[in-house]
C-alpha cells in the first residue's frame, strides 16, 4: 500500500505553466507541427499511425476519414454486388496527380498489386492482400500477381474482386495501404525510402511535398492541381522531426512550433491547467502481453488471477489523471455494431473487472495458493515514457499484496524492448494498437495465430475460426456475433490482459490555431487547420 500512496503523491505534483506563443506568416495560413519519429512515407511500407497520418494529407484514396467516419473521395460512386465480393467504383474525371496527370484506375491496379507481391513483401501484404481475390495465393506464391482480383475496365472504372464477402471492405480502404500510386516514381528498395525523394513525391492530395530533410523536417504546399484546394484551408505545412518529446513540448511553449502530439506524460497536469491539452477518445487498446507459451503465463488461470487484481478505475482515473478510458473488455467503444447506429461495446457489454477475491482463488487453482512456489515474474517495458513506469510500479505493487508473488521491474531501452518484444523473450510487456480502419475486426485481427503483433503466441483453434468466419459473413448482425464469441473466448483464456482505451491528444493554444477537428479515427484533421 505504501507503494500506491508514494505513486499517488507523485502524479499530484504540479509545475508551472510557460506561456505560449506562435508567430504568424503573413498573407499564408501556415501550421507547423512536430513529430516524434521519422515516419515511412511509401503508402505500403508504413506501418506507424504518424506516416498514415501525414500520407492522408498526401494522397487520396476511394475514401477518406472524415469528422464522423468515412465517405468516397477519390470516387464518385460504387456499385456493390449482393454478396459484397465485388466493388465497381467510378473515379472522379478531375483528380490528377500534382504534375497534372490524371488519376486513373491503373494507378489503383499498380498499388494493389505492389501491395501483395511477394518480391516486394510490403508490410501489410498478408494483413490487408488477403481480402482481395487470390490475394493470399499471390502472397503465398502459389499464383501470378496478374491473377489479382482488380481491374480498370477503363480509365475512370475500377473493379475490385473479394475473396470473401466483406460488407465492410469500404472502411478498410481508407488505410493508406489501397492509396493509388505512380509507378512511374516507384523506386522497389525494400525500404520505402523513395518517398523522402521530392522528385519521386507524386501525389494526388490536398497537400504536395516541397521540401525534404529526413533528419530536420518535411515541408507540404497546397496543391493548386487538388479539384478541392478551393476548400482546402491550409497553404503550408511544416513538419519538424524531433526524436525528444520533452524537446517537441518546449519548441510549442517556445512558439516555434503551434500543435503536437507526443509530449512526456509526466506533464499532463499542468498541460490541462494551461489549456494546451486537447483530447478526444481514441479507437485504440493499450493492454498487456503474457508469453502464452512459458511457465506461469502459459496457464489461463494464472493470466486470469493477474488481471483480476488490477483496479483499472484507479489506475486510469486516479494515477493517470483520468487521460484514459479504464477497459471492460478488450474492445473499447466508438465501433459500430450490429447496425450502423449501434455501439458494438455497449452490445457486447462489460468482460473483465477488479475481483481481489476471485484473483486469489484463480491463483490457487492455478497451484499457487498465496503466491506460495510461484517463480519471480519479470515486466520489462521501455523507459522511455512515464506511464509505463507508474503503470508497472502499480501492477508491481498490486500483484504483490493481493497474489502474494514477487514481480520484478525491468525497464529497458526502446530498441532494446522492440528486440525483446518480437524475440518473444518476456514474462509481461506492455502493447497498444490502434485501429487502422473502423471495424471491431481491425482490433481482434492481431491476436490471430501467427500475427506479427501477437508478441505473447497466443494460439487458439477456436478463436481464429470464429474470427475468419466473420470476415465472410454478410450479415451483419452475425458477423458482430461471431466477434463478441471472439472477444469472449479470448478473454475467457485472458490471452491478453486489456488496461485502458487511450485518447487522441493535440497540444496547443487556442489563441494561436482554430479549427482543430478530430477524424473518427482519432488524428487532427490537418488541412482545416487555420492559424490565427
Known amino acids: 500500500m505504501r507503494k500506491l500512496l508514494a505513486l499517488l503523491l507523485t502524479v499530484v505534483m504540479m509545475l508551472s505553466v510557460c506561456g505560449v506563443a506562435s508567430a504568424e506568416t503573413a498573407g499564408e495560413n501556415v501550421v507547423t507541427i512536430a513529430m516524434e519519429t521519422s515516419p515511412n512515407l511509401d503508402t505500403q511500407w508504413n506501418a506507424g499511425s504518424t506516416g498514415a497520418w501525414l500520407m492522408s494529407v498526401m494522397y487520396e484514396g476511394l475514401y477518406s476519414v472524415t469528422a464522423t467516419g468515412f465517405e468516397l473521395s477519390g470516387a464518385e460512386s460504387v456499385d456493390v454486388n449482393e454478396d459484397a465480393t465485388v466493388w465497381t467504383f467510378h473515379l472522379k474525371q478531375n483528380a490528377v496527380w500534382n504534375d497534372g496527370k490524371a488519376v486513373t484506375a491503373n494507378d489503383y491496379v499498380y498499388a494493389f498489386k505492389r501491395l501483395v507481391n511477394p518480391e516486394i513483401a510490403t508490410t501489410y501484404m498478408l494483413d490487408y492482400g488477403q481480402y482481395l481475390k487470390n490475394g493470399a495465393a499471390i502472397s503465398g ?44 516514381c516507384v523506386v522497389e528498395d525494400g525500404t520505402g525510402n523513395w518517398a523522402w525523394d521530392v522528385s519521386k513525391s507524386i501525389t494526388n492530395g490536398p497537400m504536395k511535398m516541397v521540401a525534404c530533410d529526413e533528419d530536420q523536417e518535411i515541408v507540404y504546399e497546397k496543391s493548386e492541381t487538388y479539384y478541392g484546394a478551393a476548400d482546402v484551408a491550409l497553404d503550408k505545412l511544416v513538419v519538424k522531426l524531433i526524436d525528444d518529446s520533452n524537446t517537441t513540448l518546449q519548441l510549442l511553449e517556445t512558439g516555434e512550433v503551434d500543435l503536437i502530439t507526443a509530449y512526456p506524460s509526466e506533464e499532463t497536469e499542468r498541460l490541462q491547467e494551461a489549456g494546451l491539452y486537447h483530447s478526444t477518445p481514441a479507437l485504440s487498446t493499450n493492454f498487456l502481453l503474457l508469453q502464452c507459451e512459458n511457465e506461469p503465463t502459459s496457464n489461463a488461470l494464472v493470466r486470469q488471477a493477474l488481471s483480476y487484481a488490477i483496479d483499472r478505475d484507479f489506475l486510469c482515473n486516479t494515477l493517470l489523471l483520468g487521460t484514459k478510458t479504464p477497459a471492460t473488455a478488450f474492445i473499447g467503444g466508438g465501433f459500430p455494431g450490429s447496425t450502423s447506429e449501434a455501439d458494438f461495446r455497449t452490445e457486447g457489454g462489460d468482460m473483465i473487472g477488479y475481483d481481489p477475491e476471485k484473483a486469489q482463488s484463480l491463483m490457487a487453482e492455478a497451484g499457487y495458493p498465496n503466491g506460495e512456489g510461484f517463480p519471480v515474474l519479470t515486466c520489462s517495458y521501455a523507459n522511455s515514457s512515464a506511464d509505463f513506469t507508474t503503470i508497472f510500479e502499480y501492477l508491481q505493487a498490486q500483484w504483490e499484496e493481493i497474489l502474494g508473488i514477487t514481480v520484478v521491474l525491468e525497464p529497458l531501452e526502446k530498441a532494446s524492448m522492440t528486440t525483446l518484444r518480437d524475440a518473444g523473450k518476456f514474462d509481461i510487456t506492455p502493447q497498444g494498437w490502434g485501429a487502422d480502419y473502423m471495424d471491431a475486426s481491425n482490433m481482434l485481427s492481431i491476436f490471430v495465430t501467427g500475427n506479427f503483433i501477437n508478441g505473447g503466441r497466443y494460439s487458439n483453434a477456436e478463436y481464429d475460426a470464429a474470427y475468419n468466419e466473420s470476415l465472410k459473413t454478410v450479415d451483419q448482425a452475425e458477423r458482430m456475433n461471431l466477434l463478441h464469441k471472439a472477444e469472449q473466448i479470448l478473454l475467457d483464456d485472458m490471452g491478453t490482459i486489456p488496461l485502458y482505451h487511450g485518447s487522441s491528444v493535440a497540444l496547443y493554444s487556442d489563441d494561436t490555431l482554430e479549427n482543430v477537428v478530430f477524424g473518427a479515427n482519432g488524428k487532427p484533421l490537418l488541412t482545416g487547420i487555420t492559424h490565427k
Not at 161 to 174: A, G, H, M, V, Y
Open 141 to 184: 506464391g502459389e499464383k501470378s500477381v496478374d491473377e489479382l482480383g482488380v481491374t480498370a475496365i477503363d480509365d475512370y472504372t475500377l473493379e475490385i474482386q473479394l475473396e470473401n464477402p466483406c460488407t465492410f471492405f469500404d472502411s478498410i480502404l481508407t488505410y493508406s495501404a489501397f492509396y493509388p500510386l505512380r509507378e512511374d
